[in-house]
């Protein structure tokens, strides 16, 4: 009798074992079908190749995409990030905080493209650092659009950036506004606009900086490319002033004795979007784009954040008509990234929906109404 009642609970007990199993598997196989996934990409780069200072034009993308992608019923806006100085591709490291604002409804899924950036480079077209504007205007947005189930339109299309990556992710859109139609910044390092463009009787942002490091900073510049990217000075300069016929690559606008050297100045002023002379050259083109946000850390430390000058520089826009966002974020310059970058992503995708483009969200629901665009072959 106790062996038949023994023999029936065994049997219970494995049943239920059994079931629980199964269950398990069908919740991890609806997780799988259903969760986001993330596509990494070597891209060769013929805009990248003739650079003179050894960089890879092999380029490494990730590709974030959303939940239910692949359905081959909906396309989806794109939104670019380009990461902080000597930054890898680390789509997985932003990814949950972005599940978790599509999830919420918070935000509406969208595919996001990570950038390699572990040589510190920014995206400019130069003679020494290779044609960055290029690669991703020409090669890297193509091959996106061509992959992937997108919508093929500007209104549609985003760019992001943290710290180093912000500068990119701003002057990038403005050179090239067809595009990008909305620009995201997590405490973009926009002093680099203007760096070193101060001195001691006209500032150009009031920054407590030591004029006397900068011109240190000049008197140290390395006299060949062994120390190539130690200095922000030739990092710019490669970029804002490349010469391959000097030691360093580059022209400087201010001698080591601190004198300016007015035709390299109005070079770096070129990229300096509040310089009086710059900034009505690109008004129109700021005031274009559906969204300009920027994530500032409520840490104002000029050395561990960039927030001091990104009040100035959207003060400075403002009051010039350009409609631009301030979010007020916890934190220091490194803080909180995947929860900015889904915030600001959330900005940037309620500015697109709003400007006649379509995305629906991968469970068949409408989540926004932008038109009605159907998937192409």
């Not at 992608?69 to 396309?75: L, T, V």
């Not at 889904?342 to 006649?356: K, Y």
Request: glycine share 6%; hydrophobic share 45%.
């Amino acid at each position: 009798m106790f062996q038949q009642l023994f023999q029936r609970i065994s049997n219970f007990s494995f049943m239920c074992i059994l079931v629980f199993a199964l269950s398990l598997v069908l919740m991890f196989g609806v997780m799988n079908l259903q969760a986001s996934k993330i596509v990494s990409h070597d891209i060769e780069s013929a805009a990248l190749a003739k650079n003179i200072v050894g960089i890879s034009s092999t380029r490494h993308i990730e590709v974030y995409l959303p939940d239910g992608y692949g359905d081959g019923k909906n396309r989806y806006p794109v939104i670019y990030y380009i990461g902080h100085h000597y930054d890898i591709a680390n789509a997985a490291f932003y990814s949950s905080a972005f599940d978790e604002a599509i999830k919420t409804g918070k935000t509406t899924p969208a595919i996001c493209v990570f950038i390699d950036v572990h040589e510190g480079t920014l995206f400019l077209n130069s003679l020494v650092t290779g044609n960055w504007e290029d690669f991703i205007v020409s090669e890297l947005v193509p091959f996106i659009d061509k992959t992937y189930q997108t919508i093929p339109d500007r209104k549609a299309r985003g760019i992001m950036g943290h710290s180093i990556g912000g500068y990119s992710a701003f002057i990038l859109p403005v050179l090239h506004p067809d595009v990008w139609g909305a620009i995201g910044g997590n405490d973009p390092c926009t002093w680099v606009m203007w760096y070193p463009l101060i001195d001691e009787k006209d500032s150009a942002v009031p920054l407590t900086i030591d004029f006397a490091d900068i011109r240190r900073a000049y008197e140290n510049l390395p006299k060949d490319l062994k120390n190539y990217n130690s200095s922000i000075i030739m990092d710019l300069g490669t970029r804002f002033s490349p010469d391959v016929n000097s030691p360093i690559l580059c022209d400087v606008p201010l001698t080591p004795e601190g004198n300016w050297v007015p035709e390299i100045r109005a070079k770096w002023s070129a990229y300096n979007l509040v310089d009086p002379n710059t900034l009505p050259k690109y008004i129109g083109t700021l005031k274009s784009f559906s969204s300009i946000t920027i994530a500032v850390p409520e840490v104002m430390d000029l050395w561990n954040t960039a927030s001091v000058p990104n009040i100035y520089f959207i003060d400075v826009l403002k009051a010039a008509g350009v409609n631009i966002t301030r979010l007020d974020m916890p934190g220091d310059h490194g803080a909180f990234m995947p929860e900015r970058f889904a915030t600001l992503a959330e900005q940037l995708l309620i500015a697109m929906q709003g400007s006649g483009v379509m995305s629906v969200s991968s469970r068949g629901k409408l989540v926004a109404t932008w038109g009605d665009i159907k998937s192409k072959d």
